[in-house]
């Protein structure tokens, strides 16, 4: 079946960043749970694993508003990534209503930053971006009319 998801990188947080986000939206994460870096298996010509980076998230998936898949990875210079995050993507979440919408918004932009106020727009709905304690972009669009 056909899906959309997000995928974000982190230097060295995404275990952190995750669980912010399951403390937001709720779920368990899927499969099963946190994959480590440690568990990726050796591979010839690959120096090995260092220690401190082996409890670094490899990959971890959450499921948000029911059919959105998070998914996240620690990306660090050890392992030769170089981190940047830019103004060039969001996460855009529609919510059914504009109580969960602002329950999302006001969660998410805690310890972060309100680049937009939640306000009824111009094409008719409630409207907000913020950028979330971790750097990532969040926008919010809910239809439902006061």
Known sequence: MASVSTYLN??????????????????????????????????????PLAEEDKNLVMHVELKILGVHSLMGTDAPESMGFTMNFGNNSYI??????RAETKKLFDAL??????????????????????TDKFGVQWMFNCCEKK
């Open 10 to 47: 982190f230097a060295r947080n995404t275990e952190e960043a995750f669980n912010f986000y399951k403390s937001v939206f709720g779920g368990e994460f899927f499969g099963d749970g946190i994959m480590r870096m440690g568990d990726i298996p050796p591979m010839d010509g690959q120096p």
């Open 92 to 97: 855009n979440l529609q919510p059914d209503t």
């Open 109 to 130: 932009s805690a310890g972060g930053q309100v680049t937009m106020n939640l306000e009824d727009m111009f094409w008719g709905d409630y409207f907000g971006s913020c």
